[in-house]
């Protein structure tokens, strides 16, 4: 059993940073790709990027890459997300997501994803 806590989201002006946690609870976490994906305003929920189980590989949407990072540290059972150079269509609640498996799966599907967090709101203005 894993759970998830979401924490960082907030308002932010286009061009600046956020840093997004996700906190885990559960054995099973040092086990476990984690992943990012958010859902914008009317949107449907898309993936942002994934970690491996021991950070050895991340992967990211393009919309995304370069501007976004994900890493952990899971002897603090913690998955961050760094995002630069917001846009507005960042806007969105993100979540994060564990596997079930520490790497080789479809990261970018939510169905490899067993445990969900809440999310937490980021809003990005012009």
């Known amino acids: 059993q894993v759970q998830l806590a979401e924490s960082g989201g907030g308002l932010v002006q286009a061009g600046g940073s956020l840093r997004l946690s996700c906190a885990a609870s559960?054995?099973?976490?040092?086990?476990?790709?984690m992943g990012w994906f958010r859902q914008g305003p009317g949107k449907e929920r898309e993936f942002v990027g994934a970690?491996?189980?021991?950070?050895?590989?991340?992967y990211y949407a393009d919309s995304v890459k370069g501007r976004f990072t994900i890493s952990r540290d899971n002897p603090k059972n913690t998955v961050y997300l760094q995002m630069n150079s917001l846009k507005p269509e960042d806007t969105a609640v993100y979540y994060c997501?564990?596997?079930?498996?520490?790497?080789?799966?479809?990261?970018?599907?939510?169905?490899?994803?067993?445990?969900w967090g809440q999310g937490t709101q980021v809003t990005v203005s012009s």
């Open positions: 970690i491996t189980w021991n950070g050895g590989r991340t």
């Open positions: 997501a564990a596997a079930t498996k520490p790497y080789r799966i479809k990261y970018e599907v939510e169905g490899e994803y067993y445990y």
């Open positions: 559960g054995r099973t976490f040092g086990n476990s790709a």
